[in-house]
């Protein structure tokens, strides 16, 4: 049997059928329309993909065990409804209920970040242990959280949203509507707005020419610079993991994972990431000397977590 | 049957028998030693709780069909392990094996705000609801999280540690060796601590004659001075309001419960303190227009709650 995985982004829906042992044997994707209503669904496009992938791939609809779709964005995944989405404008769309006249298969939508950690646990840098989260750093802060093999999403999916857990009150506007939000801070946003500020407020300083360099300041500019020796870099990235570990802290005290895997294009900064925040996880977390650590490490599917954590909602959620 | 809750404090053991319709038919309590070593065990002082308790009451052991014990500090509930505890100075204590020597019965242990918040959660304010977060306003902040009718604690036994969660980073330094932590802020302790600034910055406030009038500050100086009018109090129980909600709203975004219960002292001013919470969850939760909302109440149970929590370990946990 195969999985169809699908993670739905803002620029293309991405598609890919799985194998049994986890491989992604095709891959397909179709462009996210900008914008959708009644003419045009984006239930539609996601079949357009599955059609896609099916026709390209060959392989047929009756080797397909069922398909799990990855959806920013509040999910109901109990129900298989998009409740809304701020990046690809919609509400209550009841997708599943639409892809199910099409595709007699069992079908699961479940929120991108959940996706995302589903696939890392059960494919990738999270594989073998029980309790997971997982972290995306991007244009906001997704967590996808796995407690004893399975995703926890709150009631009627609506939790796990630690992204908007307060960690400086009365700190920086969130577009949440509450100030101080993990994710003004931790984000790639939240990065390259913060080497921005630094940038501005130290001419001298060696991430003005590595950001000429590179088109412009990017997540990648002040950890280019500290690498490089230099200090308003150094200082923007100490601040940086200081505003990550800080939010994983508080998740190790509430949840106590085995692992919290970090994910999102500034976990290819690796050890030089991690390492300083594992550091200040062993220190800090509640009880440390007689308290199971919990283990920091980068994510490791990149890009397909999203594809493979769909098609495991088949495999793994029901 | 019958069931025994024992609830440890720092002042005493206090023990129950709770019937099958979960009300306490017998109560009984023992001091806590002020020290405990190899000749004295807490375990033999917990023993005594339950001989007085069968003693008393004349309940046959026959009758029991287990014990379930609450206990403060970092507790392996899987193994039956005090880890560690500070008000009660202990590591590594056996407790559930060195009680089985005595009691030939299933013999339960966990986290004592875990116990009250699983009494709260099956005899008092939680009744009906399936996912309930119970935080105790205390000396610290204690939080017992219930996912879907069972405790959740994190791995062996060393989450829920809301109180440990920063809300404020870079603020006021916590005994946990973190800084800003929420039980700082929300605490009945830290309620006392604002009071006492405000007053001192604030010599005509009503808040000194109350005080002065109950032989010192505590936790209901501002809330009387408040519904007085007095201006600084009002100050005081308004921030320390936003406290208390900053928390309770990360946990919200993170577990989207049907219910948050307050309990300690402070809920005893009873929608006085719940409605403000209230009106701030119901605006700033996440996505609030279209997720679920979350009901914050004040607890019901008062200091039965720990008993009968811990009883009910017995029936709900295992």
Chains 1, 2 share one sequence.
């Not at 009150?169 to 801070?185: F, S, T």
Request: glycine share 14%; charged share 20%.
């Amino acid at each position: 049997m195969f999985y169809i995985g699908i993670d739905v982004g803002g620029m293309s829906i991405k598609g890919g059928i799985m194998s049994q042992s986890g491989n992604l044997i095709h891959k397909f994707s179709v462009p996210t329309a900008s914008g959708y209503d009644a003419s045009h669904s984006i239930s539609a496009d996601v079949k357009s993909c599955i059609d896609g992938l099916l026709a390209q791939s060959g392989v047929a609809v009756s080797d397909i065990a069922g398909i799990g779709i990855g959806h920013p964005g509040s999910i109901d995944s109990e129900r298989g409804v998009i409740r809304y989405s701020n990046n690809i404008s919609l509400t209550d769309v009841h997708m599943v209920e639409e892809l199910q006249r099409d595709f007699d298969l069992p079908i699961y939508l479940d929120n991108d970040a959940n996706c995302a950690a589903l696939g890392e646990y059960v494919y990738g840098a999270g594989k073998g242990y029980r309790d997971v989260i997982f972290v995306t750093l991007g244009t906001g802060v997704g967590t996808g959280i796995i407690i004893n093999g399975k995703l926890f999403e709150g009631r009627a999916g609506a939790g796990a949203e630690a992204g908007h857990m307060v960690i400086r009150q009365d700190g920086e506007a969130c577009n949440c509507g509450r100030n101080g939000c993990w994710e003004r801070y931790a984000s790639a946003s939240g990065l390259i707005r913060q080497t921005q500020e630094q940038m501005d407020a130290d001419p001298a300083s060696a991430m003005h020419a590595i950001a000429a360099q590179s088109g412009g300041v990017n997540g990648m500019t002040a950890f280019c610079a500290a690498r490089a020796g230099d200090e308003s870099g150094r200082k923007v990235v100490d601040r940086y993991i200081s505003y990550i570990a800080e939010g994983i802290l508080n998740l190790v005290n509430i949840f106590r994972p085995d692992a919290i895997l970090i994910g999102g294009g500034v976990s290819h900064e690796g050890t030089f990431l991690t390492d300083p925040i594992q550091r200040q996880v062993d220190r800090f977390n509640f009880g440390a000397q007689f308290n199971p650590p919990t283990v920091i490490k980068a994510a490791s599917l990149g890009n397909d977590a999203g594809i493979l954590g769909a098609a495991a909602l088949v495999t793994q959620k029901h």
